[in-house]
């Protein structure tokens, strides 16, 4: 019995997989999504960061409100302590013998007023130990200390020093680690101003929504000799009791290095906007520098425009 021939079985001779050629398409199309991806991806990053300082320096704010609640409406004190009672910075030196205005630790069995950071920490939560200097200086190190001040966007971790004694020059604070800087005409001791400078009370600022305690920063060691200082001070002069941010950066722009300071405005870390908190509490980011058409958010923070002089 004959049977009918069958042919060959078809079946699939392909392995299923891509060619080198599609997989070179895949491969390309990958790669331009993620070039279109990363930007934003970077910008949204960019934009967490910001908010995140933002939260960090409201929670400086409150901090400092809290310590004024306790100090008879007195912000911790920083800045150079200028014309001290006796020459020496002491709480009898910066006119605070009953010791209710500021915070004090013992430096070398004198007590001096501790650093900026110090004195607001102890209302996030964090308390350094105040019996010596040494002791001051260690805890200052710590992490749980440091990341209250650290802005996100900052890359490299800045430190400094925020008060500085009359005897000679002689005396520093210790340095602390802070991504912001200081209003030193709200809080410090000027010279040309002594009668009447606020030394951190709130009830002189008349602009509470406009002057601010601390801003997005930078050490102004303008010659590299350590002069490291995390302040922003007015111009010292009886006679400009009304300056801003610009007007601060205006002066120190095209100054000599000895007179220097325009390193203390970071232009880069929020891409050309600074964030600020103010003595009413509230925090806010302003652009920095743009065209005279544009809106140039310095002129908007005042540094000692806006206070009782």
């Known amino acids: ?42 910008r949204a990053r960019e934009q967490a960061n910001a908010v995140a300082c933002l939260a960090a ?21 920083a800045g150079w302590h200028w014309k001290s009672v006796g020459g020496v910075t002491d709480p009898r030196g910066i006119d605070d013998e009953s010791e209710r205005k500021y915070v004090y630790y013992i430096d070398n069995d004198i007590k001096r007023p501790v650093p900026v950071t110090v004195a607001l920490a102890k209302y996030m939560g964090v308390t350094c130990r105040t019996d010596s200097r040494e002791n001051l200086e260690e805890d200052l ?13 900052q890359q490299f971790p800045y430190h400094g020093w925020t008060q500085r004694g009359d005897e000679n020059g002689s005396w520093i604070a210790p340095e602390e680690y802070s991504s912001y800087a200081f209003n030193e005409a709200l809080l410090g001791r000027r010279p040309a101003h002594l009668a009447t400078c606020p030394r951190g009370k709130l009830s002189k600022v008349k602009q509470p929504s406009k002057v601010f305690i601390a801003l997005d920063g930078r050490p102004r060691d303008f010659n590299g000799n350590g002069n490291r200082t995390l ?24 100054a000599p290095p000895s007179e220097g300071g325009r390193e203390l405005l970071d232009f880069v870390r929020h891409r050309m906007r600074i964030n600020a908190v103010f003595c009413d509490g ?28």
């Open 141 to 153: 190190q710590v992490e749980s200390i440091r990341r209250l001040f650290r802005c996100p966007s």
């Open 282 to 309: 509230h925090a806010e980011s302003f652009p920095m520098g743009l065209p005279p058409e544009g809106r140039d958010g310095l002129k908007e923070i005042h540094v000692s425009r806006g206070i009782a002089w």
């Open 1 to 42: 019995m004959s049977h009918p021939r069958r042919g060959p079985t078809s079946t699939a001779t392909g392995s299923g997989g891509f060619s080198l050629v599609e997989l070179l398409v895949v491969i390309g199309i990958v790669a331009l999504l993620i070039a279109l991806l990363l930007p934003a991806v970077s």
């Open 231 to 254: 302040l922003v001070p007015d111009k010292d002069h009886p006679d400009f009791p009304e300056e801003t941010l610009y007007d601060f950066q205006q002066r120190t722009i095209n």
């Open 57 to 77: 320096l409201r929670n400086l704010g409150m901090a400092a409100h809290m310590h004024a609640a306790e100090h008879h409406g007195y912000l911790p004190t």
